[in-house]
Nanobody, 118 residues
Framework: HVQLVESGGGPVQAGGSLRLTCQAS?????MGWFREAPGKEREGVAQ???????HYAESVKGRFTISRDIPKNFLSLQMNNLKPDDTAMYFC????????????????WGQGTQVTVS
């Protein structure tokens, strides 16, 4: 069972930047970031496959960049021009099957890191 540990969240002013990171204990085929705001359902933010194919939620396109270092089992999310609507708990996630573009079938989850934009 692969474990995921996120870091990098915190408070930030609107327009600012944060970089979230996720360290996996082993290889996972697809990895991604989800977020959950109070009173809202968890939503997919960004995902990446084993290469360079990425997929983003419309709300973060052009502002967020997902990347991974496969040999190091490391995932990151660079978040720029943050908005108050980006405030949420952010979760690193992974799955061993599925299609980039689909937000389903993620079955490995981290504990989350809080991002607060004011």
């Amino acid at each position: 069972h692969v474990q995921l540990v996120e870091s990098g969240g915190g408070p930030v002013q609107a327009g600012g930047s944060l970089r979230l990171t996720c360290q996996a204990s082993g290889y996972i085929r697809h990895m991604g970031w989800f977020r959950e705001a109070p009173g809202k359902e968890r939503e997919g933010v960004a995902q990446i496959d084993t290469g360079v194919i990425t997929h983003y939620a419309e709300s973060v396109k052009g502002r967020f960049t997902i990347s991974r270092d496969i040999p190091k089992n490391f995932l990151s999310l660079q978040m720029n021009n943050l908005k108050p609507d980006d405030t949420a708990m952010y979760f690193c996630a992974g799955r061993d099957w599925g299609t980039v573009g689909s937000w389903s079938d993620f079955n490995f989850w981290g504990q989350g890191t809080q991002v607060t934009v004011s």
